[in-house]
């Protein structure tokens, strides 16, 4: 590929959703008070722990952190796991399976690099991506070399990547496997079957499955399945199963850019070895706080309430409207506006219409080899403010688009 084009193709994959998002409303005044609903940003919860334990730890700011974090941090993420996942209950190493990070973000792109470093003598790498995705998942193939194949999404096929239509000569030069579970921006969770499905495809060939699970505490009914449970329900072990999670979204906390990966001890001895050198510490005073944060659920039961409040206003006022249905997991909701242009119309309508902004499908997608976006009809919409705010935004979208 000529360097031009390189280059050109590269800036496609890394150009952040809000910055188009951005240029598309660039000029425009908003039609009424603005609600930003395009940013999956919780806004309605601070935990009360935070601020006296941050306190606390103040003069901690004048300390390297280690890299591995403190025991005590690694420790409250392996007892949460096994609390969270019951068969996992002492069945997770504070030091040899797990591993703290500034957000789940920076892990799942910085991770992409030992990955590879795996199978070295593989021509033409790959890294397995669910259309639409996270742009960290593409930003991190990008900067790796490897080839993004993106994997169809969509109402046909559940919206997760269907696992058999995977050729087998793709599979075979597959060095990852991103895969969000409940699914950003679908909401969508893959049950115990997929998952198992995925980590005995990641183990046939010998990729790594990277299971990006930071909506997991965000859910209407039965929490999601995780998939180290499923991996180690299978064998008995973590092999070729790492996950990523996050405070951001369980605890509302995406400021704290605190998290974690867990799973195949190999994978994540090879991983501390390359964040030591390439990756941010964690601070010692935002370790404090997470390990307080992964010590209590009365602040993430608060933050599920909110979000099932806001979807029972979603489920009065969107009702046989724009495809919508309420999602079983994260806090998205995924409204097909084809019959209003499309994503980006649909979007400068309402901007310019009632004030509400949210983000077109598009930008969270590639072209498929057909030319078609998988998300151009689209738009996500983050419920993330509080109830009151919520109906004011929908109201807004319904009464401006009918």
Known sequence: MPPDVALTRLDELVRSPFARLAVLLEGMAPGASPIDLSLGEPRAIIPPFLGPTLERHLSEFGRYPPIRGIPALRQAIADWIGRRYPTLGGRI?????????????????????????RKPSIEGPVVLIP????????????ASGAEPIFLPSTRETGFLPELEAIDEALLKRTIAFYLCSPSNPQGVMAD???????????????????????YSEIYGGAPPPGALETAYGETANFANVVVFQSLSKRSGLPGLRSGFVAGDPNFIASFGRFRNVACPQVPLPVQHVSVAAWGD???????????????????????????????????????????????????????????????????????????????????????VHDKDTTREALTRIVATLG
């Open 93 to 117: 190493d504070a030091d040899t399976h797990v591993l703290p990070l500034n957000g789940s973000r920076e892990g799942l792109f910085s991770a992409i690099f030992p990955a590879l470093a």
């Open 131 to 142: 259309n639409p995705f996270y742009q960290a998942y593409a930003a991190a193939a990008a």
């Open 192 to 214: 115990r079957a997929y998952l198992a499905r995925a980590i005995a495809l990641a183990r046939r060939f010998d990729f790594l499955l990277f299971a990006d699970e930071c």
């Open 297 to 383: 659920e009365d602040h993430v039961e608060a933050g599920r309430a909110l979000y099932r409040a806001n979807f029972d206003v979603a489920d009065a006022l969107l009702e046989g409207r724009y495809g919508y249905r309420r999602p079983a997991g994260s806090f998205f909701l995924w409204l097909d506006f084809r019959a209003f242009g499309g994503g980006e119309e649909a979007a400068t309508t309402l901007w310019k219409g009632c004030g509400v902004k949210v983000l077109p499908g598009a930008y969270l997608a590639q072209a498929e080899p057909d030319g078609v976006n998988p998300g151009k009809d689209y738009v996500r919409v983050a419920l």
